[in-house]
């Protein structure tokens, strides 16, 4: 034995070693709960070592966002680097944001309710140029982080609500379901690969929805009574 380790005992030794440990938590923004796990020094050594060598593609993959409660990026801000589901406690409004990395889309009401607004790299200055850009609401109470994808991209779409009525599979973009699919309309759909937008005219112009991977079986559960989505696109780094 280490004359190091004489008179020591066995429980006080594991103590010690576990005093060696370095505490880490992960915390969930969405559920509000953390979680620990004990590592070794090297370990955390070697994640440091990790991000340091990130490059600048996998840091615009995670996304960044800030939201000022004034134009021209005035006032309080608040930074954002994942979902947000209410930004009320953060700021009174928001007037301007600025998008430093990835792509965000942004919710009229709490809890990702309401009317919806895609926005990508770039600069929002004042709520007039995002309302002359599609905006179709004047104050920002959510928001959502969309992660960016690799690979291939699909969704079958439906004419009518609970996957009925005429379908079709989707691969890529399409400016008119109607001109393209002969579908009158879409009120339900399946995503199974890839994030996308929908729109409700075709050109993709109008109200717009993101989709994310999922089942969607009526849109008028999701609060789009009365929308008719016309045309569908894929999102892409090179939007």
Same mark, same amino acid.
């Given at each position: 034995m280490n004359n190091e380790n004489k008179g020591v005992s066995p429980l006080h030794q594991k103590d010690c070693e576990a005093e060696q440990g370095v505490l880490t938590g992960r915390a969930s923004d969405c559920l509000g709960l953390t979680s620990y796990k004990r590592t070794s020094v090297k370990q955390v050594e070697r994640q440091f070592t990790s991000n340091s060598n990130m490059t600048n593609t996998d840091r615009n993959m995670m996304g960044k966002i800030t939201f000022y409660e004034e134009k021209?990026? #005035?006032?309080?801000?608040y930074e954002c680097m994942s979902d947000c589901s209410d930004m009320s406690s953060y700021l009174s409004r928001c007037q301007s944001c600025r998008v430093e990395s990835g792509c965000f889309m942004v919710y009229e009401r709490n809890n990702y309710m309401g009317q919806q607004f895609f926005m990508r790299r770039g600069e929002y200055n004042d709520m007039q140029r995002m309302m002359c850009m599609g905006m179709m609401f004047d104050n920002m109470k959510s928001c959502r982080m969309i992660p960016y994808h690799r690979g291939q991209f699909r969704m079958k779409i439906y004419e009518r609500e609970n996957y009925g009525g005429q379908s079709y599979e989707m691969m890529?973009?399409?400016?008119n379901? #109607?001109?393209r699919h002969r579908m009158s309309d879409c009120q339900s759909c399946n995503v199974m690969d890839g994030h996308w937008l929908m729109y409700e005219q075709a050109h993709y112009k109008g109200r717009m929805m993101y989709m994310r991977p999922g089942e969607y079986?009526?849109?008028k559960d999701m609060g789009m009574s009365g929308m008719r989505f016309m045309s569908m696109r894929r999102i892409m780094e090179s939007m």
């Open positions: 021209n990026f #005035q006032g309080r801000s890529d973009d399409c400016d379901i #109607q001109d079986r009526s849109f």
